[in-house]
């Protein structure tokens, strides 16, 4: 079978030639008077399309409405004559009279857009058209030289129906009529024009499954599918089309070949630079909409909680099987993911993205090799779903169990280390969790093959029995405000990246958030420290790989080893290895560094670190607790008492004694990978791997029927008794 090639929004941006229609709505207020806002800022909208390299047409409604306004106003400047000559020269509410305020309007409309346009440097031209025009193939085709020469030229053609002698009120059934109004106009107009987008504004945003009302949130179908559910309110309070006059006229351009349509709200600023640069806003028609892509925030993770109930019904046996697949895959498309990321690395440092970002973006043979050894490591470890934690009898014959049990749906959010895709995807799936998952938009090239790849795999390791649906790739900031608000639909929000990053996520979302704040990690030299030790370790530590969350970023340092030179020889080797030195108050004075700037709070995430001198352990454990973000911070000594005291009164999550700082990571802890490093005290903390995504169930069985009554009654006792695990503590495979 043919593959059939779907649309979703980031394909919008790709379309050269727009034509977009703007309703009598858009461009007049309720009173009937001109709405210049929304006018210049829509006509602001086109000029940039067309610097851009877009083509555009524009439909517009609004002659009528603006002509109105007119006449009525000459109505009353010429009472004192009418009442003189006698007799009704003008009837507002006479449909025959309309056609007087069409011809009014137009003039001055097209007046408006003329003098908005020239200001921009834009020429505009007109068109008016009758019903007519589109009956004979000669004129049609007229309309199409037209229409391709203007274009060419970089004119704005602006179209509108000839109100002046078509004023009607056909029905849409009407087989004679080839439009009705100037949404089915704008239909014929890019099916005509071999538009690949029609955009239709109008004064609501979009299609609702809901008539819109003040009392209660509107809910907007993002994508048209043919089983959307939903219902008309009534016509738009301008103009003579209403909604269900805007769904027919996309069908129609979509049945006549018109790519993609947006039925969206003229009142949101710049709703067609949006829309075009991929933005969910407005509803989307399509002949074959990329569903995965456009679906609702709702629609994603019910379709990712469905798949990860498909996944646990796999053995164990087989999602370790699936899971080593996905570790050949990698390596077996090396060469694929290295080309993808190299468009990111290229991209970001045209951009002239931060070096500490480029640095996190970088994929090569031998992260990916890492990467591939965790998921192995992952796949050959103990069962996770239904591991048996606990078992006791609460009764003769009333036997309880506690067994891991996975979260539900996760949603992932982690910026520019695509790394951290096949990391969590890996974990989710062992987990047996459905996920959602943000990368930065810097690493789009890499994290849209991986994820291709990653459920490829998936979906044809397990004969098609877990749907591709169970990782669903975020692309845009706009989804993840929509998914952030879904706390019935999505159990927990893990954040990897800035402080900033996680500090919005938790600001904006009522579901639970996993994840750490900044990675002020720090390295304590003790007075009976070895040296020779300590350089190896805090050089590791701060250039292994500087950019890491768990990169040592504050050198604490005993006074007393400022005898003998022994910390200056530290401080050469650092400074030979390319490290800034910033000095706290008192090692700028006695050490000769610049003084600090930014306070010990701060996380270079670069070639650079703040070293500070104290007067021992307990000042060194009071500035770590004071300062730190309860990352990972070690102690470098001899003396095991000091060691002991430090690990046992350093409030962090990883606390080390002659160790880097860079050891804190999921895959070193034999984790297999993290999906990243919690520092909240509640629930999982530092490296959180597999166990961090379970939560349990509690089963209970009964041998005979137990009821409580029984036991409220005395005639049956509890016993509490602890059982033994099975030998094999596995619930199910």
Not at 519 to 528: E, F, P, R
Not at 579 to 592: I, N, T
């Amino acid at each position: 079978m043919e593959k059939v090639s779907t649309i979703g929004r980031k394909d919008l941006a790709n379309f050269k030639r727009v034509v977009i229609k703007v309703g009598t709505s858009v461009v007049s207020n309720e009173d009937g008077s001109v709405a210049l806002d929304r006018i210049g800022n829509f006509v602001e909208q086109i000029s940039q399309l067309l610097h851009d390299g877009k083509e555009v047409i524009l439909v517009t409604s609004g002659a009528v409405m603006m002509g109105k306004r007119a006449l009525l106003q000459q109505t009353i400047v010429s009472t004192p004559l009418r009442a003189h000559v006698g007799g009704k020269v003008f009837n507002v509410d006479d449909p025959r009279d309309l056609r007087a305020c069409a011809a009014a309007g137009q003039f001055r409309l097209m007046a408006l857009y003329d003098i908005l346009f020239s200001q921009k440097g834009v020429q505009c031209s007109q068109i008016l058209l009758t019903d007519a025009d589109f009956h004979l193939p000669e004129k049609r085709a007229n309309l199409r030289l037209t229409l391709n020469t203007l274009l060419k030229l970089g004119i704005l053609p602006i179209l509108n129906e000839n109100d002046v002698v078509t004023m009607r009120s056909p029905t849409r059934d009407d087989v004679a009529v080839a439009f009705w109004d100037n949404d089915s106009l704008a239909c014929l107009i890019a099916a005509e024009a071999g538009a690949k987008l029609l955009v239709l504004l109008t004064d609501v945003e979009g299609l609702y499954k809901k008539p819109p009302a003040k009392d209660r949130k509107n809910e907007v179908i993002h994508t048209y599918i043919p089983e959307t559910e939903f219902k008309i309110g009534s016509l738009s309070k301008a103009g003579r089309g209403g909604m269900q006059a805007k769904i027919d006229a996309a069908l129609n351009a979509v049945k006549q070949g018109v790519t993609t349509v947006v039925i969206a709200s003229g009142y949101m600023p710049n709703v067609c630079l949006k829309i075009i640069g991929g933005e969910r806003i407005g509803t989307l028609f399509t002949q074959h909409p990329d569903v995965d892509k456009t679906a609702s925030g709702k629609s994603i993770a019910n379709h990712a909680r469905r798949a990860s109930r498909l996944l646990q019904k796999l053995s164990n046996a087989e999602r370790c099987e699936i899971m080593l697949k996905v570790a050949d895959a990698l390596l077996q498309h090396q060469a694929e993911i290295v080309a993808a990321n190299q468009k990111d690395v290229e991209a970001a440092e045209r951009g002239k993205l931060a070096a500490s970002l480029v640095s996190r973006l970088k994929l090569n043979a031998d992260k990916l090799a890492v990467l591939a050894d965790g998921i192995r490591q992952l796949a050959r470890s103990e069962p996770a779903i239904g591991r048996v934690l606990r078992r006791t009898e609460l009764a003769d014959g009333l036997v309880l169990q506690q067994e891991t049990s996975p979260i539900g749906v996760l949603m992932v959010i982690f910026e520019s280390r695509p790394d951290a895709l096949p990391q969590v995807a890996a974990l989710s799936f062992m987990s047996g969790n459905g996920l959602l998952v943000k990368g930065g938009k810097e690493a789009a090239y890499s994290n849209a093959l991986l994820h291709r790849l990653i459920t490829d795999t998936i979906f044809d390791a397990s004969g098609g029995r877990v749907p591709r649906e169970l990782i669903h790739l975020v692309e845009s900031r706009d989804d993840v405000h929509e998914l952030l608000q879904l706390d019935e639909h999505i159990d927990l929000v893990i954040p990897r990246g800035s402080s900033q990053l996680v500090a919005n996520i938790k600001a904006n979302t009522k579901i639970p958030v996993l994840g750490h704040a900044d990675g002020v990690c720090h390295v304590y030299i003790d007075q009976a420290a070895d040296m020779d030790k300590a350089r190896r370790l805090v050089l590791d530590a701060k250039t292994d790989y500087p950019a890491a969350c768990n990169a040592v970023e504050t050198l604490l340092v005993h006074e007393a080893l400022l005898d003998g030179q022994r910390i200056q020889r530290l401080l050469s080797a650092l400074r030979k290895a390319g490290v800034q030195l910033f000095g706290g108050p008192r090692a700028a004075e006695h050490l000769s560094l610049n003084p600090m700037t930014d306070g010990f709070r701060k996380e270079y995430s670069s070639l650079a670190m703040t070293v500070e001198l104290v007067d021992g352990l307990d000042q060194a454990i009071e500035h770590i607790n004071k300062y730190g973000s309860s990352h990972t911070d070690a102690i470098i000594t001899e003396h095991q008492e000091t060691a002991v005291r430090f690990q046992n009164e350093v409030d962090s999550a990883c606390v080390f004694h002659n160790c880097s700082t860079r050891f804190a990571d999921g895959y070193r802890f034999g984790l297999g990978a993290e999906v990243g490093i919690s520092t909240g005290r509640i629930g999982a903390r530092g490296p959180v791997g597999i166990e961090g995504l379970l939560t349990c169930k509690w089963r209970l069985t009964s041998a005979a029927g137990e009821v409580v009554a029984d036991f409220s009654n005395q005639k049956k006792r509890f016993t509490h008794k602890p059982l033994p695990l099975e030998p094999n503590t596995t619930a199910k495979l």
